[in-house]
């Protein structure tokens, strides 16, 4: 359990990282240009290489995850447990809300911030509305966040196991945790059908899923965005039917005590092929004028001193995600179970009248 000057230093931290959160929503719609800036071109580059070393820390300070506890927090959640099943849903509802929104950036999200501040709204409240309904992680940060499998795929070999700031006991809330069991991944969970389908569908197909992506530009408006909306999923949807066929391929020729070898690799292949784009744009070097573009150093720098650096990047994380060993880490340690936590708290509680 978090010592109380942990609990406060958490604390302090998820509520910095809220206000900054919210401050960047309302930019989204009183001045869009720097809202966008902030939340495409910073958060959402800084977050997978957050989430592949620091899941914890992500999952703590995570704006998003913070609202989803609010209920759980104030004693007002009706603290249903979802069955095995009904979780196994919602994790492939979550890998399909993740592939369908991804493109969506190119024709609406990208370039206008009421609509990505829209965006935020709107899942930011049904994240809060399920932790009314659903026991501890187990309604969105656990199950049906579009990210959550993301989490999976690329933090299953943190650099750090740092403190559940969300859960000073545990409710067995999932089966699976994924926060508290070692090395987690896409696998974790009920062994359902439809989990089993996320878990295949997200790990083969978002290398070439994330590849696709960047072979198409944002266009500036809806109608526009809509009159290319068909390359707009063709070209990723392609990109990731390549690789889930390779995976398929791969996994089926090797026993199944080596497949967790090969996920790793394809987790690698998906943020590598990300930073391999992302980093040249968010400098300028983008072959789609100024798209994903945080400051433009096009004029600046030689284009060959940006163009390595993915290089570098794709090596760290082959190394990190599919070569190194770093044993068996979880992102958070197992809090004490909800029932030994009471009962304890009980036998103070009667030893100190
Ligand atoms: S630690 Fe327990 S309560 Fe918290 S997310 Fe994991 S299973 Fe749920």
Known sequence: ????????????????????????????????????????DVLIPIAPALVALFPGVWRNICPAATMSQFARHRNMSKRKKLSIKTHGWFVLTSVVLLLLIIPLRHTYFDLNGPATGVFLIVATLIAICFTFVFDGKSGWCASLCPVHQVEKLYGQKPAATVGNAHCSSCSKCVTGCPDSTPAPSPHLGGKTWPRRAAAFGLIGCFPGYVWGWFQVQDYATLSEGLSHIVPTYMIPIAGGGVTLALYALFISAVPMQKRKTIDRFFAAAAISCYYWYRIPWL?????????????????????????????????????????KRNGLRAWMPRPPDEKNSNSTINLTVSANP
């Open 1 to 40: 359990m978090l010592s109380a000057l942990e609990t406060k230093i958490w604390a302090y931290i998820r509520r910095t990282v809220w206000l900054l959160s919210l401050c960047m929503v309302v930019a989204l719609f009183i001045w869009p240009t720097v809202g966008l800036h902030a939340f495409w």
């Open 283 to 323: 400098f300028g070097f983008s072959k789609f004028d100024g798209n994903g573009m945080l400051i433009d150093l096009s004029e600046t720098i030689p284009q060959a001193a940006i163009q390595i650096l993915p290089y570098f990047t794709t090596a760290f994380w082959v190394w990190w995600l599919a070569i």
